[in-house]
């Protein structure tokens, strides 16, 4: 049948499953728009209040449900607001198709009015970014984005399309998507025999769990390993949730700010299996140091990784949740009872601790566990939330930490749990901000409750820029430039004028209460919670250290 540009683009979403899009109108959109008005009861479409809070609230959607999430901006400023939320799909590997409008044909490349290459723009932070200038391309590569953003390691692609090819007409097919097959043509055999004769030989076992994990869904895989294997685990900030964050062999995060069990525990280590993870220098310290006494086998789907950042002695590359399936029918039940002994005993002797006598960051964390019985989908903005979010909520379940990694995005937060509520919607979804982030982004907080999505934000406000200051005091010699944040911002009454029910805790027996009513509440919720300027996060690995140089506020209280 012949359709238009536009007809077609709506009917591609819908062959690819697609029930929810995020974005903001414009000119040279409006085909796409004037389109997805007469199909709005197949395809949801959420106004957000800027086109960057569109890309993260794709991500957070993609992130939380496990499918491709899906933004729409117009050309110029509107393409370019989406650059940010792309990069940080890009860095974490998030599954996401940015579908932009360009000037016509006629107009391209003469500066017409709000004209932009997004496409080159872009190229370095997408998988792949198309222009479609003629509209017989139009339905081949929305089809090639969505695969290609599935596949293998996932990412964002870009379609940008010039308007004329909106309103042109061609003939149009429906077609069934293809399945995308697992990525297991790279694994190689002799690599799984010589991991197999390195777990056996190991007597000092860790394994440690990155993003890839989750993205593979290899959760069951992954809990069976570990009992074959007797090893305990850490992750990384993307790999929460693949392992149960109350598992007795859960040691807690490796890295900068991971537990001293997980740092100390990798530094003696004798195997270290690494599963999905790409070595951020946020979780290796010194590379040149890291897992020195150790044999490291890695798994990973993407074989760009492999020695990229930390050598390894054996990689296998491959989908994770198929190595790990065929890992588990090759070994028998091992057993470390000496090593789980003492790495359990060192567990209990160095725990997480914080100051219990004042409101912190840390307990409202733990509060919501409670609360929440671990069972809630937590986004984060960056900084020390981000990390308290990460120490002191035990995920339970993989897709349930939704925060920005690799690109570190202050103002993701707001927009991903939007994404994630959307998605998710019998799911309880808190978004842990600080008071830097939430200047940030804020106008999202009308995008919830214009669009009715009643998703909890927890405001840690210290008045500072807590990560930076925590910088600063450490590394800074006190001082600080440009982190102290004593405006006379209310976030309450703005919190309310823009539809949330607002709160402001003050006391630790405050927040027990405000968080059930959060919990319950049928509209969008912000607790502002009013914490110390100088609280800090530890443990920590300073810059360019070693994971066993990895100190606390005790250490520190000791030099």
Known sequence: MQLTGSQIVIECLKEQGVDTVFGYPGGAILNIYDELYRHQDEIKHILTSHEQGASHAADGYARSTGKVGVCLATSGPGATNLVTGIATAYMDSVPMVAITC???????????FQEI???GVTTPITKYSFIVKDVKELAPTMRRAFKIARSGRPGPVLVDIVKNA???????VREIPEIIPRETSKIDEVSIEKAVKYIRNSVKPMIFVGGGAVI??????LQDFVKRV?????????GKGAFRGDDPYYVGMLGMHGTKTANLSVSECDVLIVIGSRFSDRVTGNTVNFAKNAKIIQIDVDEAEVNKNVMVDLAIIGDVKSVLDILNSRLEQLYHKEWIDKVMARKDALPLTYNKDVLTGPYIIEKLYEITDGDAIISTEVGQHQMWAAQYYKYLAPRTLITSGGLGTMGYGLGA???AKAGNPNKTVVNIAGDGCFRMN???LITASRSKLPIIEIVFNNHVLGMVRQWQTLFYGQRYSHTVLDDELDIVKLSEAMGAKAYRITEKDQVEDVLREAVNSDVPVVIECMIQSDDKVFPMVAPGKNLEDVFDENDLNKK
């Open 102 to 112: 360009n000037v016509g044909l006629p107009l391209l490349g003469k500066d017409s």
């Open 230 to 238: 007797d090893a305990p685990v850490t992750d990384t900030l993307m």
């Open 442 to 444: 804020m106008n999202e």
């Open 216 to 221: 593979a869904n290899a959760d069951k895989e």
């Open 117 to 119: 290459d997004i496409a």
């Open 417 to 419: 749990a939007l994404g």
């Open 166 to 172: 909106t309103s042109d007409e061609t003939e149009y």
